[in-house]
């Protein structure tokens, strides 16, 4: 892996996710973030448990990933917004994560997302060594790449061709298609969490939107609500059908026939 270690003295045992910085000190850039990741998550687990039936994965959100041993240590971390390994457990030694040391454990991420929050220049700067962009096409060597810009509606995916970033062409839907997960990551228009926004979501791989929890309740509530009114139609229905026989009935014996007759 590309510039793992640098010309340094270290000591003979490297250290793990739990004696590293989980944190560079740095505060998330706005209040949209937060829930973006949640909504990306929530929404793909449900795809992730099929690929994963034993749990064998792990989502970053804000979370390091320790990329090179430095030193100061901070300086061989980045900490993308969002991002997904496959076949890790997602816990170490019965620890939740700190932090993703590739050293330690050797998968990259199969993709990483950045959020921008500026004009977009951090997470394109192609510079050795620093760049975000740099280290995951050449340091990392993350798959599928994506930088999500909220204040232009707008995703653009990188996908790792022969050691470099090909952008992809997005397909007729405007969205670009993950193999290894069998979605698609696109712009959908809509209100989650309190807000109108274009939120960067997933949909399978025939363009239906994946649900986030909520969203799967709220259907399953409605359904539920449409049985109950069918249901209480129909009995509605059958109780009038039998006042109405009733009324007949009362009238044949008024005329001095019986109803069965």
Same mark, same amino acid.
């Given at each position: 892996m590309t510039g793992l270690f640098q010309s340094q003295t270290f000591p003979a045992?490297?250290?793990d996710h739990t004696q590293l910085p989980e944190s560079d000190g740095t505060f998330v850039k706005n209040f949209q973030?937060?829930?973006?990741?949640?909504?990306?998550? #929530?929404?793909? &687990?449900?795809?992730?448990?099929?690929? *994963?039936?034993?749990?064998?994965?792990?989502?970053? /959100? #804000?979370?390091?990933?320790?990329? $090179?041993?430095t030193q100061p240590l901070e300086r061989g971390v980045l900490?993308?917004?969002?991002?997904?390994?496959?076949?890790?457990?997602?816990?170490?030694?019965? /620890?939740?994560? $700190?932090?993703?040391?590739?050293? /330690?454990?050797?998968?990259?991420?199969l993709i990483v997302l950045e959020f921008v929050s500026g004009n977009g220049a951090a997470e394109r700067d192609r510079t050795p060594g620093t760049g975000k962009f740099w280290v995951y096409e050449q340091?990392?060597?993350?798959?599928?790449?994506?930088?999500?810009?909220?204040?232009?509606?707008?995703?653009?995916?990188?996908?790792?061709i022969e050691n470099s970033? *090909?952008?992809?062409?997005?397909?007729?839907r405007g969205h670009y298609f993950i193999p290894q997960l069998g979605a698609e990551l696109g712009i959908w228009q809509g209100h989650y969490s309190n807000t109108e926004l274009p939120w960067l979501r997933w949909w399978d791989a025939q363009g239906n939107l994946l649900l986030t929890g909520a969203e799967r309740a709220e259907i399953?509530? /409605?359904?539920?609500?449409?049985?109950?009114?069918?249901?209480?139609? &129909?009995?509605?229905?059958?109780?009038?059908?039998?006042?109405?026989?009733?009324k007949l009935a009362a009238q044949l014996r008024a005329l001095g026939i019986e109803p069965e007759e």
């Open positions: 045992t490297l250290p973030e937060h829930p973006q990741s949640v909504l990306l998550t #929530d929404s793909i &687990e449900p795809i992730l448990k099929q690929i *994963h039936p034993d749990d064998q994965y792990c989502i970053g /959100q #804000d979370s390091g990933i320790y990329w $090179r041993l900490a993308p917004d969002w991002f997904y390994v496959p076949f890790v457990p997602p816990t170490l030694k019965g /620890q939740l994560r $700190r932090s993703y040391v590739l050293w /330690q454990e050797y998968v990259a991420p340091g990392i060597r993350v798959p599928f790449y994506g930088i999500y810009e909220v204040a232009k509606a707008a995703v653009e995916v990188y996908h790792l970033y *090909h952008r992809l062409e997005a397909n007729d399953e509530l /409605q359904r539920a609500n449409t049985e109950t009114n069918r249901a209480n139609t &129909e009995t509605n229905r059958a109780n009038a059908e039998a006042q109405r026989a009733e």
